[in-house]
């Protein structure tokens, strides 16, 4: 099946520092979406991205679909944007299974 | 519209007993998935439905069962709980391949 890596799996910040997280994928999607996963386990949609550029406030996010990665940027950080951010694949070939990686682990400090 | 909901938020279950964990949406979304998520690991599917009716095996089926009598309801069934189905569990609803939404999750222990 599509394998999906994340980049780096940790990330300590000061606040006011800006951030790149990176995804890999191995194979053509359908589907592109990032998340950011609370402390208390909320699963938080932030983008919807099989390909292309988009902004939402603070954040923006980048997919190049024939390179087969994507970019979550994020800027001047605030202690609320920890949590863990993940992305998830829906493959081109088969099956509804929306395929997440490890996770990027993020932690903003004061 | 409340998207998502699942109940209970939390459940401690002993070995061999039994429970459904509920879910709805009110989007009209055809797809409903139910994915459980382990310490430290992202989300891994357990059962999908693409309509009334229709329910298919995802990744991690084994010890859970489904059923979706209608559009809004995608009950989760865990018959025979064992310490491996401790985690917390989340609902997701969509269109045919577009962006899945999540609902609160519902937090199990086994012991």
């Known amino acids: 099946g599509i394998q999906v890596e994340q980049s780096p799996p940790d990330l300590i910040l000061q606040e006011g520092a800006n951030s790149t997280l990176r995804c890999n994928f191995s194979?053509?999607?359908?589907?592109l979406q990032w998340f950011h996963q609370n402390p208390w386990g909320q699963l938080i949609n932030l983008f919807y991205i099989p390909s292309g550029t988009k902004q939402n406030g603070r954040l923006s996010a980048t997919t190049v679909a024939t390179e087969r990665y994507s970019l979550l940027y994020i800027s001047s950080s605030q202690t609320t944007d920890s949590g863990v951010y993940f992305c998830a694949v829906l493959s081109n070939f088969g099956n509804e299974k929306l395929t997440f990686g490890t996770g990027t682990r993020l932690t903003i400090i004061p | 519209n409340a998207g998502v909901t699942q109940t209970p938020k939390f459940r401690i279950l002993k070995i061999g007993q039994s429970m459904t964990l509920q879910c709805t949406q009110d989007?009209?979304?055809?797809?409903m998935y139910w994915y459980r998520q382990d310490p430290g690991m992202g989300l891994k599917l357990i059962y999908y439905?693409?309509?009334?009716?229709?329910?298919d095996k995802g990744e991690v089926p084994n010890g859970y069962n489904v059923s979706r009598s209608t559009t809004e309801d995608f009950p989760l069934r865990l018959e025979l709980a064992a310490p491996s189905q401790t985690s917390v569990y989340f609902c997701a609803s969509s269109y045919p391949q577009y962006e899945q939404y999540f609902g609160p999750g519902t937090r199990l222990t086994v012991t």
């Open positions: 194979d053509s999607v359908n589907n």
């Open positions: 439905s693409v309509g009334a009716g229709i329910t």
């Open positions: 989007m009209n979304h055809n797809y």
